[in-house]
């Protein structure tokens, strides 16, 4: 690693309606490097990001790239300045090829033509320099997600960034796909590429990154290299309280069966069986864990239970009761609670309060409404209420979801679905995106409501997750259940073998 | 706050940006633009009478903004307005002349009814079309728009044709007087009734569950199903509710202006909503001022072509004009400091349009 600074930032801050996202930050970024950025869930990283990618601009403070202070007034000045961001949500055309999403907005011209040839060339270029592989000619939308990601970073590479960031790449990522990517970070880094990397993954910071800053309410409290430091460490700093980073919870006593499917079978979008012939059973105070690697039918199984999804063949029982197809009220009102998977598309509308994103579900009830239609002290009370019990960090229950950051909005949908009345929960990817001290408390809160009485599917692809607070634990692998383990004959390896294999 | 006055913004610049543009070609065409936009104030608000013609002016044009507006909130583009705003002037004018020997108040209020249910159901149909057919609701009301077009044309020259002797157009009959709206204290009635309609959309919007289940609809329809929403029946109430308001505001034309149906008394009027609701920024209270000032300019067109020498056709100018200013939001935001574009702001259309009250 060189000792060239490529970034240097100088007393940023940034300031929304009297929020301080970022206050008198100042950062270093080294040629060759990966820095982590750590911080919990509103600490301002994507924020910071944003000002370097010029998607926002700083109220103070000044930006250095190599040595020489700029000023970047949008995104496309940033690119010219070498910088490229690949967001958590991607930023790619679904119906394109790879291909077309990598030359989009600078496309090589050849007369009034886009010159494919060239493109492709260029493409085969930085493919071997770089040693990542990719189908020029995939639709995106087909791809796995970490391939979706690479088109991503192939994108920020064919425009010539010298200075990547990734904000919070891994959040969707299984851990092969993690594995491959920092294969890809590595190599980009011999090629002199300098990368800023955000995540709340603390093992993942101390297995690729060369220097950590952490960042706390806008404030960069430190850097450190990760010889110096460890998780536990970083994760109190982080926090500011002492975390309890793995925990053993007790052991579930289950009682009657509230949730059941029978034969499922659901159909994806493009038509083909994504569920086949799924048979399970969840009790109550149990945690059922659904294993599989992205992608491999968890989306249509929970949106179909929910009720969100056609089903082509099987019955599904809630409390009892057998429920019809795609009439999600009926669920909800059976005792369904569901956080799910896309928190942007179907958990939360983003232009409304977090007031009416937490009664989203219960808004047409009591107390939210009374004899003159919308009962706004209710709905304001209710809010108060969770904002406090959940941590949610904003500026109180009128501010709109779409300002808050990422790990709040996840949040806003988690008070929802863990305050209401139910008897049954899917949680969908339920700790994406949330700091390691809200992962902890979401973690309690699920063990908690499991002791009450609840049952809940646990959908995720963090294998450690699955395997700390479910009881049974089934693997899915191309839509079939290929294997019911009980907690206690469970292990990483085994799981890890069916996830990518479907058998032992 | 700031989210208020920047909604100000738009509308305040709109005006000003088209007048001055307007005064620019009023200056090209040989007039004097200072004498002519007086004459146009005096037109629409010198005198009693002229208040009050602006005020007759501006009815229409609100109950259309108003239908316009409530449509967008649910992501619906109601451009069907017209077609609605037909119906419902057709059925208050046969309930005005069919019905008899009821009292003045009563009668008045089953034309306004008949006008009423005739946009609504007319909307209903355009909006089931759309829910359970998923028929894009620009094109079905563009249809529409014809068909309730030669329908009345069609009903006017024969069954309800007016057959007093003499009369040799494609009318209905007058209707009753008992029929006619009054004025209160020098105010139109039609004017304090679309007036109500506003507080009552605001209402819905605001306070009511249905309301909430439109603006859900309107700002994240998949988050609406999630959450177990009946979103076809939300969008076919939409357009029930749209098509009502449409329709009422064709009622209250024939009886407090028109008394009559006659084909073409409504040219644009319908499409003018559209207009009206963006300029009033999709909100009720938005819709009431800019209602009024369109219909300024109606009622002082004719003034400025006496008294100034000038085109009336300047005003249509100066509308599309606003409109276009209107709608070019990004013209603002290059123009205005501070009206950046910021994180997460997307351009904005339809969903734009449709944001919470
Ligand atoms: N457009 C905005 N308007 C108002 N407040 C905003 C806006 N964008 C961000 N904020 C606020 O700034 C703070 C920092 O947000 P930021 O998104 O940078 O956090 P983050 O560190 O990326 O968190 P996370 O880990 O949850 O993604 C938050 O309190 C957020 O509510
Ligand atoms: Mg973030």
Known sequence: ?504 | MIATIRSFIIPVGSVIFASLIGGIVLFLSGSDPIEAYAALLKGAFGSMTSITRTLVKATPLMMNGLAVAFAFKAGLFNIGTQGQFIFGAFAASVAGFFIQGVPPVFHIFLALIAGGIAGGVYGAFQGALKAYSGAHEVITGIMCNYIAINITDYLVNHPFRDTSPGNIVARTPLILETSYLPDIEGIPGGFLISLLSAVLVWWVLKHMVLGFEINTVGAGPDAARYSGMRVQRILLITMLISGTLAGLGGALEIQGVEHRFQPGFHTGLGFEGITIALLGRVHPFGIIPASVLIGAMKAGANMMQFSAGVESEIIDIIQALLLFFVTAEVFFKKMIPGMRWQKGEKLSLRAGWGGKV
Do not use: W
Not at chain 1, 54 to 82: M, V, Y
Not at chain 1, 411 to 416: C, D, E, L, T, Y
């Open chain 1, 1 to 504: 690693m060189d000792d060239i600074t490529v970034l240097k930032l100088k007393g940023i801050s940034k300031t929304f309606h009297g929020v301080r996202a970022n206050s008198d930050v100042d950062f270093t970024l080294k040629k060759g490097e990966i820095h982590a950025l750590l911080g919990e869930n509103g600490a301002g990283k994507s924020t910071l990001m944003n000002i370097i990618s010029g998607l926002l601009q700083p109220d103070k403070g000044e930006i250095f790239i190599h040595g020489k202070r700029q000023k970047i007034q949008n995104p496309r000045r940033a690119i010219q300045l070498g910088i490229g961001m690949i967001h958590q949500h991607f930023m790619i055309v679904p119906g394109f090829t790879s291909l077309e999403n990598i030359i989009l907005g600078s496309e090589p011209i050849k007369g009034v033509t886009i010159d494919f040839q060239q493109a492709r060339r260029q493409i085969a270029i930085l493919s071997d320099d770089c040693g990542l592989s990719i189908d020029p000619d995939a639709v995106t939308e087909d791809l796995p997600v970490g391939i979706q990601q690479r088109v991503e970073i192939f994108k920020a590479l064919y425009r010539n960034a010298g200075i990547l960031i990734l904000d919070e790449p891994t959040a969707v990522l299984i851990p092969q796909e993690t594995d491959t990517l920092f294969k890809i970070l590595r190599k980009l880094v011999k090629k002199n590429i300098s990368i800023i990397f955000i995540t709340h993954k603390l093992q993942e910071v101390m297995q690729i990154a060369d220097s950590i800053s952490v960042m706390q309410q806008g404030v960069i409290k430190g850097v450190f290299s990760p010889e110096e430091t460890d998780e536990q460490a970083l994760a109190e700093l982080m926090i500011g309280r002492e975390v309890l980073l793995k925990n053993d919870y007790l052991p579930a006593r289950p009682g009657k069966i509230v949730f059941e499917v029978k034969k499922l079978t659901v159909m994806n979008s493009r038509g083909y069986e994504a569920v086949s012939d799924v048979s399970f059973r969840v009790r109550e105070r149990e945690i059922v864990g659904i294993a599989g690697v992205q992608g491999n039918g968890q989306a249509e199984l929970s949106e179909s239970i929910a009720g969100l999804r056609k089903i082509k063949s099987g019955e599904i029982t809630l409390s009892g009761r057998r429920m019809p197809a795609l009439n999600p009220r009926k669920m909800i009102e059976n005792g369904l609670a569901h956080i799910p998977e896309d928190r942007l598309k179907h958990g939360l509308v983003l232009p409304f309060s977090i007031a009416d994103n937490q009664i989203l579900c219960t808004y047409y009830r009591r107390p939210y409404v009374h004899f003159f239609g919308r009962n706004p002290k209710a709905i304001l009370k209710n809010s108060r209420k969770l904002i406090n019990r959940f941590h949610i960090k904003a500026r109180g229950p009128e501010e709109a979801v779409q300002n808050l950051s990422g790990g709040n909005q996840q949040k806003v949908i988690i008070s929802r679905e863990f305050s209401r009345d139910s008897s049954f929960l899917i949680a969908n990817q339920p700790t994406r995106g949330l700091d390691v001290g809200s992962v902890e408390y979401v973690h309690k809160q699920l063990i908690m409501l499991r002791d009450k009485g609840l049952g809940v599917l646990l959908i995720s692809s963090e294998l450690d997750e699955i395997l700390s607070l479910s009881d049974t634990i089934l693997v899915i692998y191309r839509g079939r259940v290929c294997s019911i383990v009980r907690k206690e004959d469970a292990t990483m390896e085994s799981i890890g073998r069916i996830m990518v294999r479907g058998f032992e």
